[in-house]
Protein backbone atom coordinates (compact mmCIF):
# COMPACT_ATOMS: atom_id res chain seq x y z
CA UNK A 1 0.00 0.00 0.00
CA UNK A 2 1.18 3.36 -0.72
CA UNK A 3 -0.41 6.55 1.07
CA UNK A 4 -0.18 9.87 1.68
CA UNK A 5 -0.44 11.66 4.69
CA UNK A 6 -1.82 15.62 3.85
CA UNK A 7 -1.75 18.10 6.10
CA UNK A 8 -0.45 21.59 7.42
CA UNK A 9 1.84 20.56 10.26
CA UNK A 10 2.10 23.95 11.23
CA UNK A 11 4.19 22.90 13.49
CA UNK A 12 4.41 19.39 13.02
CA UNK A 13 3.29 18.09 16.89
CA UNK A 14 3.82 14.56 18.56
CA UNK A 15 0.29 14.13 17.65
CA UNK A 16 0.89 13.80 13.67
CA UNK A 17 4.48 11.74 14.43
CA UNK A 18 2.52 9.36 16.25
CA UNK A 19 0.15 9.17 13.18
CA UNK A 20 3.44 9.19 10.74
CA UNK A 21 4.61 5.84 13.11
CA UNK A 22 1.71 4.09 12.80
CA UNK A 23 1.12 4.57 9.65
CA UNK A 24 4.39 4.04 8.35
CA UNK A 25 3.76 0.39 9.69
CA UNK A 26 0.79 -0.28 7.87
CA UNK A 27 2.25 1.84 4.43
CA UNK A 28 5.08 0.49 2.10
CA UNK A 29 5.51 3.88 1.09
CA UNK A 30 4.11 7.32 3.04
CA UNK A 31 3.97 10.38 1.92
CA UNK A 32 3.57 12.85 4.36
CA UNK A 33 2.43 15.88 2.18
CA UNK A 34 2.39 19.69 3.52
CA UNK A 35 -0.24 21.55 1.88
CA UNK A 36 0.60 24.53 -0.38
CA UNK A 37 -2.72 26.10 -0.90
CA UNK A 38 -3.89 26.41 2.36
CA UNK A 39 -5.79 29.32 3.35
CA UNK A 40 -4.54 29.36 6.80
CA UNK A 41 -2.11 31.38 7.91
CA UNK A 42 0.69 29.70 8.73
CA UNK A 43 3.63 30.23 11.06
CA UNK A 44 6.54 28.26 9.28
CA UNK A 45 6.62 28.58 5.27
CA UNK A 46 6.06 24.73 3.24
CA UNK A 47 9.93 24.49 3.51
CA UNK A 48 10.27 24.80 6.85
CA UNK A 49 7.65 22.44 8.08
CA UNK A 50 9.35 20.41 5.14
CA UNK A 51 12.72 20.21 6.37
CA UNK A 52 11.27 20.07 10.00
CA UNK A 53 9.27 16.79 9.08
CA UNK A 54 11.77 16.00 7.46
CA UNK A 55 14.59 16.03 10.57
CA UNK A 56 11.69 13.87 12.92
CA UNK A 57 11.02 11.01 10.78
CA UNK A 58 14.44 10.47 9.37
CA UNK A 59 14.23 7.26 11.51
CA UNK A 60 11.53 5.91 9.08
CA UNK A 61 13.01 4.46 5.99
CA UNK A 62 9.38 4.33 4.22
CA UNK A 63 8.12 8.08 4.94
CA UNK A 64 8.95 10.50 2.25
CA UNK A 65 8.56 14.48 3.11
CA UNK A 66 7.17 16.25 0.21
CA UNK A 67 4.25 18.75 -0.55
CA UNK A 68 1.36 19.55 -2.97
CA UNK A 69 -0.80 22.05 -4.27
CA UNK A 70 -4.10 22.21 -6.10
CA UNK A 71 -6.24 18.82 -5.64
CA UNK A 72 -5.08 16.24 -3.09
CA UNK A 73 -6.72 13.20 -5.01
CA UNK A 74 -4.66 13.98 -8.21
CA UNK A 75 -1.41 14.86 -6.13
CA UNK A 76 -2.12 10.87 -4.71
CA UNK A 77 -3.13 9.67 -8.18
CA UNK A 78 0.18 11.20 -9.46
CA UNK A 79 2.24 9.47 -6.78
CA UNK A 80 0.73 6.26 -7.38
CA UNK A 81 -0.79 6.08 -3.90
CA UNK A 82 -4.40 5.21 -3.09
CA UNK A 83 -5.49 5.78 0.52
CA UNK A 84 -4.98 8.77 2.43
CA UNK A 85 -4.06 8.85 5.75
CA UNK A 86 -5.94 10.86 8.57
CA UNK A 87 -5.82 11.35 12.01
CA UNK A 88 -8.80 11.33 14.17
CA UNK A 89 -9.11 13.27 17.30
CA UNK A 90 -11.93 13.99 19.30
CA UNK A 91 -15.25 14.18 17.98
CA UNK A 92 -14.88 17.78 16.75
CA UNK A 93 -13.20 16.17 13.69
CA UNK A 94 -14.88 13.78 12.59
CA UNK A 95 -18.10 15.76 10.25
CA UNK A 96 -14.78 17.90 8.87
CA UNK A 97 -12.75 14.94 8.22
CA UNK A 98 -15.80 12.97 6.92
CA UNK A 99 -17.27 15.23 4.33
CA UNK A 100 -13.72 15.38 3.18
CA UNK A 101 -13.14 11.70 2.65
CA UNK A 102 -16.58 12.16 1.06
CA UNK A 103 -15.70 14.56 -1.29
CA UNK A 104 -12.51 12.74 -2.30
CA UNK A 105 -14.32 9.95 -2.66
CA UNK A 106 -17.08 11.70 -4.99
CA UNK A 107 -13.83 13.00 -7.60
CA UNK A 108 -12.21 9.85 -6.93
CA UNK A 109 -13.69 6.73 -6.09
CA UNK A 110 -10.42 4.62 -5.99
CA UNK A 111 -8.95 6.75 -3.62
CA UNK A 112 -9.62 5.24 -0.34
CA UNK A 113 -9.35 7.13 2.82
CA UNK A 114 -8.24 5.79 6.13
CA UNK A 115 -8.40 6.70 9.41
CA UNK A 116 -6.42 6.41 12.73
CA UNK A 117 -7.15 7.42 15.98
CA UNK A 118 -5.70 9.56 17.73
CA UNK A 119 -3.45 8.18 21.50
CA UNK A 120 -5.21 9.10 24.44
CA UNK A 121 -2.05 11.17 25.28
CA UNK A 122 -2.59 13.18 22.14
CA UNK A 123 -6.61 13.38 21.88
CA UNK A 124 -6.75 17.46 22.29
CA UNK A 125 -3.05 18.16 20.76
CA UNK A 126 -3.24 20.52 17.64
CA UNK A 127 -0.57 22.96 16.26
CA UNK A 128 -2.46 25.66 17.18
CA UNK A 129 -2.71 25.00 20.50
CA UNK A 130 1.13 23.95 20.67
CA UNK A 131 1.43 27.50 19.13
CA UNK A 132 -0.24 29.79 21.68
CA UNK A 133 1.28 27.58 24.81
CA UNK A 134 4.39 28.14 23.62
CA UNK A 135 3.32 31.65 22.87
CA UNK A 136 2.56 32.24 26.32
CA UNK A 137 5.93 30.55 27.98
CA UNK A 138 4.22 27.47 28.72
CA UNK A 139 5.78 24.11 28.87
CA UNK A 140 5.26 22.24 25.52
CA UNK A 141 7.91 19.51 25.97
CA UNK A 142 5.17 16.91 25.79
CA UNK A 143 3.77 18.25 22.69
CA UNK A 144 6.25 18.36 20.09
CA UNK A 145 10.00 16.94 19.57
CA UNK A 146 12.40 18.65 20.73
CA UNK A 147 13.67 19.15 17.36
CA UNK A 148 10.85 21.29 16.72
CA UNK A 149 10.64 23.08 20.46
CA UNK A 150 13.69 24.73 19.05
CA UNK A 151 12.72 25.81 15.99
CA UNK A 152 9.13 26.79 17.56
CA UNK A 153 10.78 29.38 19.92
CA UNK A 154 13.60 30.35 17.50
CA UNK A 155 10.39 31.30 15.38
CA UNK A 156 8.54 32.60 18.44
CA UNK A 157 11.57 35.10 19.26
CA UNK A 158 11.65 36.52 15.79
CA UNK A 159 15.04 35.46 15.08
CA UNK A 160 15.87 33.33 11.81
CA UNK A 161 15.49 29.88 12.22
P1 LIG B 1 -5.11 20.10 8.32
O1 LIG B 1 -4.93 21.56 8.03
O2 LIG B 1 -5.15 19.23 7.10
O3 LIG B 1 -6.19 19.76 9.31
P2 LIG B 1 -3.22 19.42 10.37
O4 LIG B 1 -1.76 19.54 10.32
O5 LIG B 1 -3.94 20.24 11.37
O6 LIG B 1 -3.70 19.72 8.92
O7 LIG B 1 -3.64 17.89 10.56
C1 LIG B 1 -3.31 16.90 9.61
C2 LIG B 1 -3.96 15.61 10.03
O8 LIG B 1 -3.43 15.17 11.27
C3 LIG B 1 -5.47 15.72 10.24
O9 LIG B 1 -6.07 14.51 9.82
C4 LIG B 1 -5.62 15.87 11.74
O10 LIG B 1 -6.86 15.40 12.19
C5 LIG B 1 -4.47 14.97 12.20
N1 LIG B 1 -4.00 15.33 13.53
C6 LIG B 1 -3.63 16.55 13.98
N2 LIG B 1 -3.27 16.50 15.28
C7 LIG B 1 -3.42 15.20 15.67
C8 LIG B 1 -3.24 14.50 16.91
N3 LIG B 1 -2.88 15.14 18.01
N4 LIG B 1 -3.49 13.18 16.94
C9 LIG B 1 -3.91 12.56 15.81
N5 LIG B 1 -4.12 13.15 14.62
C10 LIG B 1 -3.88 14.46 14.54
Redesign the pocket.
Known amino acids: MVAV??????P?????L??IKRASKLADKLYVAV?RN?S?NCLFSVEERMSQLQLITKGFPNVIVTSFSGLLVEFVKGSGADVI?????AVT?FE??FQLALTNRSINPDIETL?????TK???????VVKEIANYGGCIDDMVPQEIKGVLMDKLRGSPC
Do not use: M, V
Open positions: YPGSFDATNGHDILSKIRGLRDYEFISASYLFLSSS
